[in-house]
């Protein structure tokens, strides 16, 4: 019963529900700090102005030589195809490792989510409840039991078998007094 054991395991891992509240405690903790971050912003709105007013006179300079930039990266583009084979497959080689590097720190984020989440949850059960170890399922699963069909793919009941003996049939039903 394998597909059992995966449910019985999935219902009673709480990993998944410590780091929902990990996740969310983390997100209570970085809203509290809204407030101040636009205060600070608001005091720094005039730089950003007179930064932005820069960026834009360095952005247009760099547009009035851009033609003869591209025309100069054009004419530098490597003719070998190897080469341009060996650059294509370095690159995506790094790109599998930073994929799995991902992978791993995703992991890493979810395990310290869980963890805060597990400490969320100690501080907020009452001190007289114990700790448990694992979720309780509120459902066994029986194994032998078939899932249930759509209604309008159920079969039909069967009929109810005729009785052998019609007259004793006719003794057991009751009826009506008029």
């Known amino acids: 019963m394998p597909i059992t054991d995966e449910i019985k395991k999935t219902l009673t891992d709480p ?3 410590y780091a929902l ?3 969310g405690d983390l997100a209570y903790e970085k ?3 809204v407030p101040g971050r636009v205060e600070a912003l608001a005091a720094d709105r005039q730089g ?3 930064k ?3 960026r834009l006179h360095e952005a247009q300079e760099l ?3 851009a033609p003869a930039k591209v025309t100069e990266a054009v004419t530098a583009f490597p003719t070998d195809l190897k080469v341009l084979q060996e ?3 370095g690159f995506a080689l790094q790109q599998v490792a930073r994929a799995v590097e991902l992978a791993v720190r995703a992991k890493e984020t979810y395990d310290e989510l869980a963890e805060r989440g597990k400490v969320v949850v100690e501080k907020a059960r009452p001190h007289g409840d114990a700790e448990p170890t694992e979720l309780d399922p509120t459902i066994e699963l029986d194994p032998t039991i078939e899932p249930a069909l759509a209604p309008e793919t159920a079969p039909a009941p069967a009929p109810a078998p005729a009785p052998k003996n019609p007259a004793k049939a ?3 039903t009751p009826t009506v007094a008029e």
């Open 15 to 17: 990993t998944p529900l």
């Open 21 to 23: 509240a990990g996740a």
């Open 31 to 33: 809203l509290r700090e």
């Open 48 to 50: 950003a102005q007179d």
């Open 52 to 54: 932005a007013t820069a």
């Open 63 to 65: 547009l009035a030589g």
């Open 87 to 89: 650059r294509a497959q």
């Open 170 to 172: 006719r003794k057991n």
